[in-house]
């Protein structure tokens, strides 16, 4: 049995005596273990040390893997912000749910009310629920964080560059930037209110950090009850902002004071989890959305031999650097290189606390075999299907090979990415039909479609289902399976900035 391996019929018996540690609840169930997903905003694959970055120090992350399971092939179905972030908290295809893209400051429609979030799943157990840091699926007060299970927000309620001074921030000093045409000034929002009307620079600066604060006083407010905390930090999205604690701190200019930023705050929440005695009765989670923003350059991460990034929908653009920790029941310093995603973190904790799944469709397996070091556990998922953009299905995959059905991408130019906070443009490129064998060309380099008819058959047939299920604009269908969006209905109140 490989090293840090503990056979799967323990770690359930484990599960039971965990569950039934410690405080109960006040109708005298058990305490359930404790949630936390930590959502990074754009980070590639190769940002951070344990995934094989340099020049930037990250210690905590480095702890948390020493303690945990490093995940290396963690998928998300989208590569924009929005769509991943709804089928996060949804356990869906993002496309399943009606949600694409990046909702901006001008949109009047959000996750719909009767999708069951993580933190409804969590509330049907009686937890105390959190959200500090971007939400970003919708800002009107009816789509808001306290109407879809959270008991507290605050933060942003979109993307840090949906503001009017960017990408021109970095030529001015402070309060003299131009300002861009069509967007309102950016709001912080606590509840369903805002509470700073007129988002600075200087305020940008300490988002890292009042997020993390915020997360680690919830920590210690409901010690005594089991909780879920979600932190979706608004970094490392650009434009980049660090405080003064983290400045010049890497070696790797900007961008990387701020992933060390970030995994203080890492480090600031773990903390706080084992100061309060709470170490083996929580998991928590790291991850991020999508991939790196290439066209910013030098204010961007990388995504190692993965190809592309944000926006498309190759392994850079898709493949995210997760790291999960729960002392006891994980197995320390191991590694899992099975295909599992973010769609399945809903029905996963589902399945650890015991609360019932939605009674509609979600895309989302049980992945407890896979964290917990089951011997020879292999990924549920037969076909990863969720990759759209634009409406249209783009990728279909199973745990080995990946089909790209034949779309427009963006790319950089020859020239590469942008310098000091100003992206360099993309080209659009079309890609054929095309297979490859992500285990041995994780690079998406080598199409070997004509060599294998046999997979490229058998993925056509699980693209022809998606379509079936999900639509697709190109083929102009629309889906059985999709459910709408929210929009705003006459009389629904509206934020006001």
Known sequence: MPAGQIPYAVILALFMLVACKGEESQAGQPRAPNIVII????????????????????????RMAAEGMRFTDF??????????????????????VSIS?????????GLHADEVTLAEICKQKGYATACFGKWHLGHHPKFLPLQQGFDEYYG????????????????????????????????????????????????????TTRYTERAVEFIAENRERPFFL?????????????????????????????????????????????????????????????????????????????????????????????????????PAGSECGELAASIDLLPTIAAMIGADLPGHKIDGKDIRPLMFGQENALSPHV????????????????????LHLPHSYRSLTASG??????????????IELSLFDLQNDPGESQNLAD???????????????????????????????????????????????
């Open 39 to 62: 959502f990074i905003d754009d980070m590639g694959y190769e940002d951070i040390e344990p995934f094989g970055a340099s020049g930037i120090e990250t210690p905590n992350l480095n």
């Open 75 to 96: 998928a998300v179905p989208s590569s924009v912000c929005s769509a991943s972030r709804a089928a996060l908290l949804t356990g869906c295809y993002n496309r399943r």
């Open 101 to 109: 893209g990046a909702l901006g400051p001008r949109a009047s429609h």
């Open 156 to 207: 942003l309620p979109y993307s840090n560059d949906m503001w009017p001074f960017h990408p021109d921030y970095v030529d001015f000093p402070e309060g003299t930037a131009k300002r861009k045409k069509g967007y309102p000034n950016l709001p912080i929002i606590a509840g369903n209110r805002v509470i700073d009307s007129e988002v600075s620079g200087s305020d940008q600066e300490q988002l």
């Open 230 to 330: 979600y932190v979706p930090h608004s970094m490392v999205h650009v434009p980049l902002f660090v405080s003064d604690k983290f400045r010049g701190k890497s070696q790797r200019g900007l961008f990387g004071d701020v992933v060390m930023e970030l995994d203080w705050s890492v480090g600031e929440i773990i903390g706080a989890i084992d100061r309060h005695d709470l170490t083996e009765e929580t998991l928590v989670i790291f991850t991020s959305d999508n991939g790196p923003w290439l066209s910013y350059g030098d204010h961007a991460g990388g995504a190692g031999v993965f190809r592309e990034g944000k926006g498309t929908q190759f392994e850079g653009g898709v493949r995210e650097p997760t790291i999960m920790r729960w002392p006891g029941m994980i």
């Open 383 to 402: 076909a990863f299907y969720g990759y759209y953009a634009g409406g249209q299905l783009q990728t279909v995959r199973d745990r080995r090979w990946k």
């Open 417 to 430: 990415g942008g310098t000091g906070g100003k992206p360099n443009a993309y080209q659009q490129l079309e």
């Open 451 to 497: 060599k294998n008819r046999d997979v490229v058959e058998r993925l056509l047939m699980h693209a022809e289902r998606a379509r079936q299920d999900l639509g697709d604009t190109l083929s102009k269908r629309e889906g059985a399976g999709r459910r709408p969006h929210g929009e705003l209905a006459p009389g629904d109140e509206r934020l006001v900035w």
